[in-house]
DNA sequence: CTCCAGGCTTACG
DNA sequence: CGTAAGCATGGA
């Protein structure tokens, strides 16, 4: 086990792990949570990140995207008062660089559903069928051990509708008869059209793995949240109904907030859970 | 009881 | 093209 202390400035933990991107965070004295099949424990002491894991550093770098350049960020996207105030509200709010694999899953889940409901989804799957890797903790499953199951296997779990969807993708993926990893060398568009082939991913989803597993920060998802919050800030100019609204909603906001644009969406989203 | 939740698929004009 | 019901589950 090892302990980092990473002196970091524009870091905030606490927004960072709760504002809805991650699922499998708990906090207690500090934050827990299992990343690529290990335990992690983090705190932040002012400006100090403390960590406690077998993942070496180069990895919670790049898991917590402390190399971002968070000044360059908040200049880019800071086109007007209402921005600017949840930036000043939750500054240190860091993108997290997630496992695609667990990504896709738990924004599959996330379809039509609570943030609770995909909460509690996620942590009975990665109970039945992960690993166990300490009292109470379990790996998230992989695509081949999902790939086993039958539906009747999933049931416990509470997916819903949802279940076969994420069946489907395991076994293609265990399979090799879709490369969800090579998405990473994709463009924002190119990965885009590639995701929306799987069963279960829309736009809103497959924006939400470009986002939070591949790094596309050009990526801005629409849920009822978003929606609702855009409206609010910038009028009720979006005409188009349901998905097609969202979509005027993300092309507006891929214009006006610029390339980083990922970073404004989840500092918006605050605006609901703040 | 109804309505909604980090939407998507399918069916119908 | 476009829009709208249907979808499992749980909480308000």
Redesign the pocket.
Known sequence: MNVYRINISDFNLDPTLS???VFRWEKNERWTGVVNGKLIRARQAGAELIIDSTLDKKFIRDYFRLDDDMEKIYTSINMDEKIDSLIRKYRGLRLIRQDPWECLVS?IC?????????K?SIRRMCECFGEKIDEGYYSFPTPDSLSELHLCDM?QC????RAP?VLKIASMIANNEFDLYGIKNLSYEEGRREL?K?????????D?VLLFAFGKLESF??????E?IMERFYGDKFK?????K?EEIAEFAREYFGEFCGYA??YL?MEDLG
Not at 110 to 118: A, E, K, L, P
């Open positions: 504002c809805g991107q924004y996330s379809s039509n559903n609570t943030i609770r409901n995909i509690n049931e509470r997916l819903g509708f969807r929306m799987i069963e279960g991913v829309g736009n809103k989803i497959a939400c998802p629409v849920d009822t949240h978003i609702q188009g109904s349901k998905s097609k969202r969406q989840e989203y």
